[in-house]
């Protein structure tokens, strides 16, 4: 069985800036993660491969710097990473960051792609979606747990208040929640085996066949006019009534509000 995962390499948002003029994200001096959602796939697959020796394959778009991502999937357990690197995909919104993902991963075989649900510095839930479109196959959205029988895989999605189990004919391509795997700790044997041993494979431009009408910049029909950071609330008003004097209250500033 082979299990592609995409990973992206993300700031950690919980140190989060942004520049006041030009509205994006400050990442100099920011750390750098594996997105959340995507190391829970990238569990999953390592999981299927201790159960069935599947070989995994993560691949990550990004600049030369998450390399350092794709070496700690390496020393989780992952068979092979490729970094997909071009100063052409800068500047890529979802649907250039699907075409070009989706270009490479046509390079490869597979019978199972894992993506993240979101990224953490973007949370459109678009690229794993728009992957599977590309591809023309099945797509699962918000797994929680998936299991592999044969041909098929079985999936318990996240849906509002319920769960659906949905059965799927391989290959297919799941969006994998954070619940879906508890991420391992890199091995020490793994750390040196994908630091000293292991090579990243690259694929630039010139490597994937697609179109430069769907790459980068360019390719990217989404604009951006503004980002901000949220306006922090003034302090709220704290009233002490009794039950039917606090309904009474709270009618009466809804109805000032013109909300009733």
């Not at 697609?210 to 790459?215: A, K, L, S």
């Amino acid at each position: 069985m082979n299990i592609i995962v995409c990973i992206k390499q993300v700031p950690d948002t919980t140190e989060v800036r942004l520049n006041p003029e030009t509205g994006t994200l400050i990442r100099d001096g920011v750390p750098s993660i594996i997105n959340p959602d995507d190391k829970a796939g990238l569990e999953a697959a390592l999981t299927l491969k201790d159960q069935m020796g599947a070989h995994v394959t993560v691949l990550s778009m990004g600049p030369p710097q998450a390399d350092l991502a794709l070496r700690e999937a390496l020393a989780m357990g992952a068979d092979e990473a490729v970094l997909i690197t071009d100063r052409a995909f800068g500047g890529a919104d979802t649907w250039a960051t699907s075409s070009t993902l989706a270009a490479a991963i046509r390079k490869f075989d597979y019978d199972l792609i894992i993506t993240g649900r979101q990224a953490i510095d973007g949370d459109t839930a678009q690229v794993g979606p728009q992957i599977a479109e590309h591809l023309g196959l099945t797509n699962i959205s918000y797994a929680e747990e998936i299991g592999v029988d044969g041909e098929y895989i079985t999936v318990k999605r996240q849906y509002e208040d319920r769960y659906h189990i949905i059965r799927a004919k391989l290959p297919c391509l799941i969006t994998a929640l954070a619940e879906l795997g508890e991420p391992r700790y890199m091995s020490p044997g793994g750390i040196f085996d994908a630091f000293r041993e292991k090579e990243v494979k690259t694929l630039s431009r010139a490597d994937l066949d697609i179109d430069d009408g769907n790459i980068g910049l360019k390719g990217s029909p989404t604009r951006v006019f503004k980002s901000f950071t949220k306006a922090v609330k003034g302090k709220g008003t704290v009233v002490s009534l009794e039950p039917q004097e606090s309904a009474d209250w709270l009618v009466e500033k809804l109805q000032e509000k013109f909300i009733l």
